[in-house]
């Protein structure tokens, strides 16, 4: 007799509960479903980035998309907006005009996060840029933004350069040989001590690509195809004999393999990025 009761109240709790359920509106949901209101920003980023690249492009900090190791700010709208506009003409639409769209779709990030402040490191370096997997980039600095060639390429672009040439190298690997030619002259994170001329003269481009051979192969790409033919003979010339030799070995390799791998010849992409840059001022950054 108890297990009778039990049972039929049981299954009158288990009535009441569905009867609970259906008196809710199925729509009441904890998450939003409804279309998403959309401001001109926005939806000119569907146009711009979402639809014809597949990048969402975040230009509120998200903290989930955040290194919580750094005190940082959002970016403001309206460098937000601006830099958005010179991202797709001073990276995205080179590569589309280099090695085509497909390219490009394929292999470009497929998330950009702006950070309107510098990362600080404890060594006294500042991030500038960073690339996870070869899925998301994010740039810091966003509030400082100035419309001068040479700073944007040395705080965004040749981040941004340096990046894509990380994403290109984990996806087909360059020539071993490369690893070897600087392998004793590698310092880590040390590399914040040096100097330009004293990188240069070891054969190295910049202080950081003395950090390691993954770094050194990526910095002569993007130092190469952000700077003039004058800045890039200004280098060779204060590295001397032995440290232009060396840049200029490692270099080779580093043309062959945008050449034979991915079909592009670095000479012409310079000649773009050079093009580009100093046409900034064309840009209608007010229109969306």
Known sequence: MKMKKLIFLFAITFAALISSCSDEKLDDSIFNVSERNRSDFDKWLLSNYAYPYNIDF??????????????????ELDKAIIMAKLVKYLWLEIYDEIAGIEFTRTYIPKVIHLIGSPAYNANGSQTIGTAEGGLK???????NLRFDPAYLNQWYFKTMHHEFAHILHQTKKFDATFHTISDADYIGSTWVNMSNATAYQNGFVSPYSMSSSNEDFVELFAVFVTNTPAFWANILSQAGATGSAIINRKFEIVSSYMRVVWDIDIYELRDIVQQRSAEVSLIDFDTL
């Not at 980039?137 to 509030?143: E, H």
Request: no cysteine; hydrophobic share 30%; proline share 4%.
């Open 137 to 143: 980039v994010t740039l810091y600095n966003v509030n």
């Open 58 to 75: 975040k230009y509120k900090m998200e903290d989930i998309e955040s290194d919580r190791s750094y005190t940082l700010v959002p970016a």
